[in-house]
């Protein structure tokens, strides 16, 4: 590994791939990552917080900022710095404070190219641009992690419910999951190509907090997600077990569809996010140019509503909400998360947002 002094950054350390043991434990280290070079040739680097504790212990991920303008997470990682006491910290916590650096400048969700990073790992060592980038990522920094938190928001023109979605048939990331007391908790298989699928496909149980809306800093949701990966931290023996607060239990999700609009026209969401829907409950209205109601939108069955569009311009196809399907206590292989879910949780009213 190569490492020198950066001269944008003071203080912080450019290097060509992630080597922890090069830093000295029980030190904070900043690091600016080399990942790509632009057409002018200069380096395209990965900013990256490094803290090991005094003891050896697990190595923790938390990545921010894979859709360029999702950026609770990066408060949640400074958050945690800001707090971590090296002394009592055993292993090593990682923070990619911004995973898509192009995306980030343009404060846009896609990658220079238009490419959804989700959607294309884990990349290639030779593909096109995005892919490169994928797999570089991934393999100078991301398999250095022994558990992964990928922090994202909604995206742009929709807001979010403080979610995560995991593999709840998966004992380790489930408890990952139930430890971060989101408003919702989404059973959702590991997909191929997101970050989160990749990270499981080399071992590293891996899940993703949906921390509200995009371009913005949500202070309530963002001391929420951490008081969550503090949890999670301490589960795993990073943290001395003192008890933390539990916080609200989560309502359990078996699966979520997205509904979306037929018509094209002005959109009017109804429902707020974690508000209980009723089959055939309208939840949405769509008018046309002149202000003429052309039709009315009903839920397809009951359900939470974990997140919703905002934008007013719809189109045929476009989103109208993420209606999640509440998991009931028969015959799931994630029983157990739902029987402690469902028997403790006298009502939604802690669901409440903004
Ligand atoms: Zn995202």
Known sequence: MSSRQSLDFPGAYVVNELDLDHWPQGTCSKLMVDLINDGLGRSLRLPVMVGRGNHPG???????????????????????FETLDLQALRGTIVGVIVV??????????????????????PGKANGNIAEIYAHRFLERIVRRFEYLIDLHTASFGNVNSL???????????????YLQRPQII??????????????????????????????????????????????????????????????????????????????????????KPTDLVQANDVIAQQRDIFGQVICEYRA????????????????????ILN??????????????????????????EHLAVQ
């Open 58 to 80: 697990p190595v923790l991920g938390l990545t921010a900022v894979l859709h360029g303008n999702e950026l609770n997470g990066i408060s949640v990682i400074h958050r945690l």
């Open 100 to 121: 898509n650096v192009p995306a980030y400048l343009n404060n846009e969700r896609t990658f220079d190219d238009r490419t959804d990073m989700n959607h294309v790992m």
């Open 163 to 177: 979610y995560v979605r995991a593999d709840m048939t998966h004992e380790v990331t489930a408890n990952m999951a």
């Open 186 to 271: 989404l059973h959702n298989s590991p997909s191929d190509r997101t970050l989160r699928g990749a990270a499981m496909e080399m071992g590293i149980p891996s899940i993703t907090v949906e921390i509200g809306d995009p371009q913005v800093f949500q202070s309530r949701h963002i001391k929420a997600s951490l008081s969550g990966v503090r949890r999670v931290m301490s589960d795993i023996g990073m943290l001395p077990r003192r008890p933390l607060g539990k916080g609200p239990l989560p309502v359990l999700c078996e699966q979520s569809i997205w509904l979306y609009a037929d018509h094209g026209g002005l959109l009017k969401v109804l429902p």
């Open 300 to 319: 397809p069955y009951d359900g939470i509503v974990i997140g919703k569009s905002v934008n007013p311009v719809a189109q045929t196809g476009s989103r």
């Open 323 to 348: 209606l999640g399907a509440i998991a009931t206590p028969n015959d799931h292989p994630f029983y157990r998360w739902i029987e402690d879910t469902a028997s403790k949780a006298p009502s939604l």
